[in-house]
């Protein structure tokens, strides 16, 4: 057993769920968590000097992914860092414009550019992330899971065709129809990297992991199976699942992926993540017990007052529990972490935030 890895973890509430296991209430945590919400983690990214920097730097990363836990009785911490590392580490040159959101120096367009993006070794070339991992696991010191991170490779290229952000995808897209081996020849090398990057993050100290495809609500039902659902089944065949004695649980996420949950549970993930715009109840009668069921709370939500905030917690735990019979499970709430349907925005109160994670800790309890 690593000597990083306690015989229990004195809070394993979020992995019992994502594995369909008994747990004595819903586990929460939100995605972006750590994050411009928090005035402190606002001190620190000015202390670091820009977001680069204090993602680069481990200990800077540790202290703001540790920001959260100190405020809120949450059951995981979200390793602090970005989806597009990986394409920084292929040599495109990530930067931040302020107001603008992330860009590249270079973009990728043909089958040369393709061939000439290097495979990343995580510990070479993403070291910084691997030791903010084993730092954040050390500080944690059992106290709750840690969840490591990436983009799809879906969602990676078309930061890295477009150079940046997007409002219509219009270059990726172009590239889907009218030169596919291309992108099928990058999203190949990308998902490789992936399985690599969070292989590496396991074996740093994650004990979730969880794939955001953020983008792969924008292509239509065929393109979506085929650019980006294949090759997340790809990731999640070559996952390590098992790592000092746990089971490694794997999240998928398609925000605007509501119609696909099927095939998204064929994919061998133990879990799906949920944007607000799919009911959770219909989700669970959907899927069944084949897998755990993260979400789905509209992050506007939190600007609502408490009260209101409040009533809707309730209302997502009655969706998802209404539908369960004893075939499903032992108990009404099995199998759902509750999160936001996306990352929460910057300008929430944090008090809000409170309100809601205090809701679930409260109000969830009578479906287990």
């Not at 993050?201 to 792969?216: H, K, L, P, T, Y």
């Not at 039902?221 to 996952?239: K, N, P, T, W």
Request: glycine share 8%.
């Amino acid at each position: 057993m690593s000597s990083l890895e306690k015989p229990d973890l004195k809070n394993d509430r979020f992995l019992r769920a994502l594995l369909r296991q008994p747990v004595d209430r819903t586990p929460v945590w939100m995605m972006r968590q750590a994050g411009r919400y928090l005035p402190e983690y606002r001190a620190t990214r000015a202390q670091a000097g820009d977001f680069m920097k204090l993602m680069m730097n481990p200990q800077l990363a540790c202290e703001v992914t540790l920001q959260p836990l100190e405020r809120y009785p949450l059951d995981a911490a979200i390793l602090f860092s970005d989806i597009l590392t990986i394409p920084d580490a292929m040599g495109l040159g990530l930067y931040f414009e302020t107001g603008e959101g992330p860009r590249f120096r270079r973009t990728v367009t043909s089958q040369a550019d393709v061939d000439a993006l290097p495979l990343p070794d995580p510990e070479a070339d993403l070291g910084y992330v691997m030791d903010a991992v084993r730092t954040i696991r050390r500080e944690l010191n059992g106290r709750v899971p840690l969840i490591g991170f990436a983009g799809s490779p879906w969602t990676l290229a078309t930061y890295m065709v477009e150079g940046g952000s997007s409002r219509d995808f219009r270059a990726a897209k172009t590239l889907m129809v009218t030169q596919p081996a291309v992108l099928h020849a990058l999203l190949d090398k990308l998902a490789q990297s992936v399985t690599s990057y969070l292989n590496a993050q396991i074996r740093a100290g994650a004990q979730a992991v969880q794939i955001f495809d953020s983008w792969g609500g924008a292509l239509s039902h065929a393109a979506y199976r085929e650019f980006s659902l294949a090759y997340m089944r790809q990731i999640v065949d070559g996952l390590i699942r098992d790592h000092d004695g746990r089971r490694v649980p794997v999240i998928l996420f398609t925000k605007g992926g509501g119609q696909w949950l099927e095939a998204m549970a064929d994919t061998g993930a133990d879990a799906l993540g949920l944007d607000w715009t799919t009911d959770l109840g219909q989700a669970r009668q959907r899927v069944g017990a084949r897998v755990a069921l993260q979400g789905n709370m509209d992050p506007a939500m939190l600007y609502a007052p408490p009260a209101r905030i409040r009533d809707e917690v309730a209302r997502i735990l009655a969706s998802h529990a209404g539908v369960w019979t004893p075939d499903l499970g032992a108990t009404a709430g099995s199998g759902h972490v509750f999160n936001l349907g996306h990352g929460i925005e910057q300008h929430v109160d944090p008090a809000h935030a409170g309100a809601f994670i205090e809701a679930v800790v409260e109000l969830s309890a009578r479906y287990h």
